[in-house]
């Protein structure tokens, strides 16, 4: 089973280091995982994938087999879109970033959220813990309690995220300005 990591745009090298961390890659070789997909962002490689090979020189993937944990790792740092990789993935942990929240979710994937108590006003919290409320994914306050969280979590209770039925909003929009609800079936500019 495949695990992707992703710290989006910016810097998250204590994300980066736990995930890496023999430790953490023994507990997700535990919940049977043999694959780690890292998406680092603008975070610095780790020193023990520096002497990884490329094995993708067009996306500068790189790739190193953990002695202890058995995992095999694959990260790079940007790719033009994630989505092959979230995808392909069985479960997700993630920046506590809307869109990478979002999107998984979408994708109805087991998601586990870290946020970055480093970035101002630590806004993305709300989120998280919402969404954990809801049941819909797990979250840790903090990369220093990611381990703890994670081992202790029950992925299969999660609940489905379904996407906004936007036909509601369209339906009030059409009758405030006075022309007749649409037709459900019939596309109405991609709206």
């Avoid at 993630?94 to 108590?117: D, M, P, R, T």
Wanted: hydrophobic share 40%.
């Amino acid at each position: 089973m495949r695990v992707f990591v992703t710290v989006g745009t910016t810097r998250f090298d204590d994300l980066v280091e736990a995930v890496l961390d023999p430790s953490f890659l023994q507990l997700l070789v535990k919940h049977g995982f043999n694959q780690l997909i890292l998406q680092h962002g603008h975070s610095p490689i780790p020193p023990q994938l520096q002497t990884a090979s490329i094995i993708n020189r067009q996306d500068n993937i790189i790739e190193w087999t953990d002695t202890v944990s058995g995992m095999t790792i694959q990260a790079y740092s940007f790719k033009p879109s994630l989505l092959s990789d979230m995808q392909s993935a069985s479960r997700i942990i993630s920046h506590a970033g809307s869109g990478c929240i979002l999107e998984a979710l979408y994708l109805h994937k087991q998601l586990f959220v870290v946020v970055n108590s480093s970035l101002m006003h630590n806004h993305q919290q709300d989120l998280a813990h919402i969404l954990q409320q809801q049941g819909h994914l797990y979250f840790s306050n903090s990369v220093s309690d990611l381990a703890q969280v994670f081992a202790a979590a029950d992925f299969s209770v999660l609940k489905p995220f379904s996407k906004p039925d936007r036909t509601a909003f369209m339906n009030i929009l059409h009758d405030m300005a006075g022309f007749p609800a649409p037709c459900s079936s019939v596309p109405h500019n991609g709206l």
